[in-house]
């Protein structure tokens, strides 16, 4: 049987640095199957980006076990990490995150020329043109950032994201700095990328852009729980939950 | 690019988008490391240029290093006892100072008063100058002076041997003097390159006036030689084709005599103990006999090597004030694109790349630097050169070409100033945690 993409068990994390410490997370259980679309909702310091960039290896847990394709990675050296972040995912942000001085098919291509691997110029751009055609904006490749909408900019993103071909896009707020109609096309273009195959998880405080996705998860006082079941749920639950998110809640119930 | 991996590609490709991006910036830190690295041009420079003209004939005027060489007095038994001790050796050469000799029209001025140089003449440098309690002046008192002439005024060294083993002459034309028949009556003579300006330029008659000569003999000119000497015109003939030429009992060296060399090999110990105990023998004190060993280019290139390191130690210096600058700027960088290092490793970018690209940046920027103070220092050579003198020790037009040594200099000195520049600021690239970037 093949393992889950990525599976979490008892993940904590706790936030060390002036004053008093502060645990983020308290034990997360999750699983994420190959291709499968999640959101996680919460408020503001709940926990998610945290929960978000240990998912992709911007930071390691104090606690629990982190396993990718099975293998445990809790622990592995950074340069592995980099690797994986370069093959396994795709990273989206509220802010874009578009290098200025370059086009945006050269902020594309930033993601091939990151020493994992060596593409030929003209590979480069093919790519990066493919993966702007995939967002909807190749016309726009020869422009950079400052001629581009917000909404523009965000699909350069997430063809950067793309462009590598992850496994999982982990995808930030994305449209914490757009508009309801911006938001919603760029949620298009990220369900649209989960139609061929790639995974995502969808950090966000938008009941309805995450009601699109597969599932619905919710990070309260550092533990994830389904949708509609944490103390300040305002959601009802409308996905199956599955028993291992359900695991460690069921365990402080009990 | 060829037989870089991706990871070194990726820093020099993004590195170059850098300079791209931020050209006032590169400008800026290639301003503060230019002073730097031009001094280091400079003194490489200076140095490599002082060598040449310092080395370029020191063997040829002082003897190759680790000649054994004696200086013996003016004495017409001396000269007797050294060409006979010496005469049919290969491992030890006299050469007699014959003093000025003027080649030319009987009973003419010189072109050259005093042996001096083709390019001076008619300056009045080194045109003799008798002084007595009344005054100075250019003639003997009570001598009628002489209308000027076609001669050349020039200093001729008798040779007993072949001194090429110890000052090795380089033949320019013709040929060098034959030791092994009979001496002639017409002394065959080579002269130095500044003596074949004056040959070249004037129709000089072969008549040779000597001080202290019976008679004028007419000398056959065989070979011109490049002597190392370019300050003034020389001649070198057999010794023994001059001797023929001296009155009785005189001596080889005739009453203007002015001293003897004798180079040695520096194993011929047996033959300057003869030399020695037979000088001694005929009543020339031990203590006027003084003899040494050549060391001058191993000298020569000590002081230049401690003068270099002076003066690189002064130009390592400003060099470092160059990479503060760059430092400064690198820094000041670093902390601006916090979020673009954060993101390069989200996307996979390893730690080591994102200090290459800082790096490769700095460096990038050494290396312009190092172009553009080389071309400067060439350029300013090139404008400069011309006008420097020579003459002597110091270094004449034609040594005055940029040395490559400097080039090399430069681009080391650029380098080293990017990499020490570069490197905090690296360290500092690759440390930004990624989440610096989700938290933004």
Redesign the interface.
């Known amino acids: 049987m093949t393992p889950p993409l990525i599976e979490l068990h008892g993940v904590t994390k706790t936030l060390r640095g002036q004053g008093e410490p502060r645990p983020i997370l308290k034990g997360v259980d999750l699983t994420i199957g190959a291709g499968e679309s999640v959101a996680i909702l919460g408020r503001s310091g709940s926990g998610k980006s945290t929960l978000l960039s240990l998912i992709g290896l911007f930071d390691r847990p104090d606690g629990g076990r982190y396993l990718l394709h099975g293998e445990d990675i809790t622990k592995i050296p950074e340069s592995r990490a980099a690797r994986l972040r370069s093959s396994e995912f795709g990273f989206i942000f509220q802010r874009f995150f578009l290098l200025k001085h370059l086009t945006a098919a050269q902020n594309v291509q930033m993601a091939l020329v990151n020493g994992q691997g060596w593409l030929s110029a003209r590979k480069r751009r093919a790519k990066a043109y493919e993966a702007l055609e995939r967002v909807g904006i190749a016309h726009l490749a020869k422009q950079r950032p400052a001629r581009l909408s917000g909404g523009e900019q965000q699909r350069v993103a997430i063809a950067r994201a793309l462009v590598r071909q992850p496994r999982v896009l982990l995808a930030d707020e994305p449209t914490g700095a757009l508009d309801t109609e911006t938001g919603n096309l760029v949620i298009d273009v990220l369900h649209g990328a989960t139609q061929q195959g790639c995974g995502l998880v969808l950090v966000t405080h938008d009941a309805d852009h995450a009601a699109r996705m597969s599932r619905v998860l919710r990070l309260d006082d550092g533990v994830l729980h389904p949708d509609g079941v944490g103390t300040a749920g305002t959601a009802s639950p409308r996905h199956a939950v599955r028993p291992d998110t359900t695991r460690h809640h069921e365990q402080v119930l009990s | 690019m060829i037989g870089l991996?991706?990871?070194y590609?990726?820093?020099l490709?993004?590195g170059l988008?850098g300079i791209?991006?931020r050209k006032t910036r590169t400008l800026l830190s290639m301003i503060s490391l230019f002073l730097g690295v031009l001094a280091v041009v400079v003194v490489q420079a200076g140095a490599e240029i002082a060598e040449r003209a310092l080395l370029s004939n020191v063997d040829l005027v002082e003897g190759i290093d680790g000649t054994r060489k004696l200086y013996l007095p003016a004495d017409g038994k001396a000269g007797e006892v050294i060409m006979d001790t010496l005469a049919g050796r290969s491992d030890g050469v006299g050469v007699v100072s014959f003093g000025p000799a003027i080649i030319g029209e009987p009973g003419v001025a010189p072109l050259n008063p005093g042996a001096m140089p083709f390019d001076q003449m008619g300056m009045g440098f080194g045109a003799p100058v008798y002084c007595d309690e009344n005054g100075c002046y250019d003639t003997l008192p009570g001598t009628v002076p002489q209308p000027p002439g076609q001669a050349v005024e020039l200093y001729l060294n008798g040779l007993t041997g072949d001194i090429r083993s110890f000052k090795p002459f380089p033949l320019l034309s013709g040929e060098w003097l034959d030791f092994s028949g009979e001496p002639s009556l017409a002394p065959r003579i080579v002269v130095n390159k500044e003596a074949a300006k004056f040959f070249s330029a004037y129709s000089i008659p072969a008549e040779m006036r000597l001080n202290g000569a019976i008679a004028n003999p007419t000398p056959r000119i065989i070979g011109v030689v490049d002597d190392g000497q370019p300050w003034s015109p020389a001649a070198y003939v057999r010794a023994d084709e001059i001797a023929n030429w001296m009155p009785p009992n005189a001596g080889i060296a005739g009453p203007m005599g002015g001293g003897f060399e004798v180079f040695m090999t520096p194993d011929s110990h047996e033959l300057e103990q003869v030399l020695t105990s037979r000088l001694v023998a005929i009543g020339i004190p031990a203590e006027h006999i003084g003899g040494f060993t050549v060391n001058t280019r191993e000298a020569f290139e000590t002081q230049l090597l401690i003068m270099q390191i002076i003066f690189l130690g002064m130009a390592s210096l400003v060099l470092l004030i160059g990479v503060a600058g760059i430092l400064n700027v690198g820094l000041a960088t670093v902390g601006e694109r916090v979020?673009?290092f954060a993101?390069?490793?989200?996307?996979?970018?390893?730690?080591f790349?994102l200090a290459g690209i800082v790096l490769a940046e700095t460096l990038l920027t050494g290396l312009l630097t190092a172009g553009a103070a080389i071309a400067f220092a060439a350029l300013a050579l090139k404008v400069v050169g011309p006008y420097m003198g020579g003459g002597g020790y110091i270094p004449g037009p034609e040594n005055v070409s940029f040395p490559w040594q400097a080039a090399v200099a430069g681009v080391i000195a650029g380098l080293v100033g990017g990499l020490l520049g570069g490197l905090i600021p690296a360290i500092r690239a690759a440390r930004i945690?990624?989440?610096s970037?989700?938290?933004?």
């Open positions: 991996s991706g990871g590609r990726s820093a490709i993004i988008q791209r991006a979020e673009e993101l390069r490793r989200a996307v996979g970018t390893p730690r790349i945690p990624i989440a970037v989700m938290r933004a």
